[in-house]
């Protein structure tokens, strides 16, 4: 760890699985935070979902970077004084579980604080802490399915959630965001506190506009695919061997269009004087740019698209999506050997955000119980006491 990171000498211990807490946890530990990843025997359920090895998963790959790792049984009789060393020891603690499961697992806020009174707990729940549903477990399509997202996303009767967990990774961020504004308030303060990020409440935030629309003006907009309704043409666009997707918003950039595609006089119509009327007869005018585009490459109409000042990118499978020249250069996929892969090295995501003044370490995640021995040395636990422990399964 180095002693010029931002978080340093900050303890973070991650008890949480899947994204919404683990990224958190991860965006912690890129920032230089010490952060532990602590998991059952064996390894717990996220490595095991989406497999790219007998040990990790794609999500465990990305969500435990730069993490140390160590197993615990937390409802083993000897584990408790374990648990109790590591909060003693810690500034967070980081948990995704309901309210109920939080106290079942002895990290409920009210048994952390008799631990370690200025400790920070964050926590990621489907449904917060209040109300009817607190204590219902929650994914990411749930949160979206419950935001309006899901309804507007799909076509009349079928709506769709969206392929990227974004409820997930929203609420991580959210939660490592606050976390750190909690930190800076300990730090003014001595007092710790209880950070509460929900999947539905990022995704209600997320969509918020389009609820406040329907509040104020009961638009009741139906799903339209693709195809943007406030504005236009935003679609996806087939060409001659591809896909594309622009997004024109306002009339500087729909002039620009316009002129582009020969259709001059759109620009003084009064019927698209404006993104709201754009948006009304959107039909009309992506149906005018599919014509253009369906007779051109996809690299054609970028080319012609990026001439002309209007915003667009291909549709890329996942693969394009990888070797892209322009993801390449931007560097944010890096490839991190782990021990049980053999061949190609996974592209894991870095830190998501460039900063002049920080270098975010980028190492990859652990092993089962990487580091279990070296965590317990450093609470005071010797060797004798520590094979004991991993004897009696506590470990």
């Given at each position: ?16 699985r ?20 602590i ?13 790219v ?11 435990g ?14 584990a ?5 060393r ?50 219902r ?6 949160g ?49 506190q ?6 539905l ?15 104020v ?7 339209s ?29 729909f ?23 754009r ?6 005018i ?19 698209l990026?001439a002309?000042?209007?915003p ?32 190609t090295a996974p ?8 900063m ?14 990487e580091?279990?021995?070296a965590?317990l ?9 520590v ?9």
């Amino acid at each position: 760890m180095s002693d010029n990171a931002i978080l340093a000498g900050v303890r973070v211990l991650d008890f949480s699985r899947y994204i919404a807490g683990p990224y958190c946890a991860a965006l912690l530990a890129y920032l230089g935070a010490d952060v532990i990843r602590i998991e059952k025997p064996g390894g717990s359920e996220d490595r095991f979902v989406g497999t790219v090895s007998p040990t990790a998963s794609a999500v465990y790959l990305e969500t435990g970077c730069n993490k140390r790792g160590m197993t615990l049984d937390v409802k083993h009789a000897e584990a408790a004084d374990i648990k109790r060393r590591l909060i003693e020891r810690a500034d967070v603690v980081i948990a995704n579980m309901p309210p109920k499961a939080l106290v079942r697992a002895g990290l409920d806020y009210a048994t952390l604080t008799a631990i370690k009174p200025d400790i920070i707990l964050t926590t990621q729940t489907g449904f917060g802490h209040e109300g009817p549903w607190r204590d219902r477990g929650g994914f990411d399509g749930i949160g979206q399915a419950m935001s309006g997202s899901a309804f507007m996303s799909g076509q009349p009767g079928q709506p769709a959630k969206s392929a990227t967990p974004f409820a997930d990774f929203g609420t991580a961020a959210l939660g490592a965001f606050a976390t750190l504004a909690a930190l800076y308030q300990k730090r003014d303060t001595g007092r710790g506190q209880h950070v509460q990020a929900s999947l539905l409440g990022t995704s209600l935030t997320f969509f918020n506009a389009a609820l406040i629309e329907q509040a104020v003006l009961a638009v009741n907009r139906v799903p339209s695919g693709n195809r943007g309704q406030t504005s236009a043409p935003t679609d996806i666009f087939e060409t001659r061997d591809g896909h594309v997707l622009t997004h024109v918003v306002g009339n500087g950039l729909f002039r620009r269009l316009a002129g582009l595609i020969g259709d001059v006089d759109w620009a003084d119509r009064p019927a698209f004087a404006s993104d709201g009327l754009r948006g009304d007869h959107r039909d009309e005018i992506c149906g005018h740019v599919a014509d253009w585009c369906r007779s051109r490459t996809t690299e054609e109409v970028l080319d012609a698209l990026a001439a002309a000042g209007v915003p667009a990118g291909p549709v890329l499978d996942l693969d394009q999506a990888v070797t892209h020249p322009q993801a390449a250069a931007m560097g944010f996929l890096r490839p991190l050997e782990y021990p049980d892969i053999a061949g190609t090295a996974p592209p894991v995501a870095r830190f998501p955000v460039a900063m002049s003044g920080h270098a975010p370490p980028h190492r990859r995640a652990p092993t089962v119980g990487e580091h279990t021995d070296a965590i317990l040395a450093e609470l005071g636990y010797d060797a004798a006491a520590v094979a004991a422990l991993r004897a009696a399964g506590a470990v």
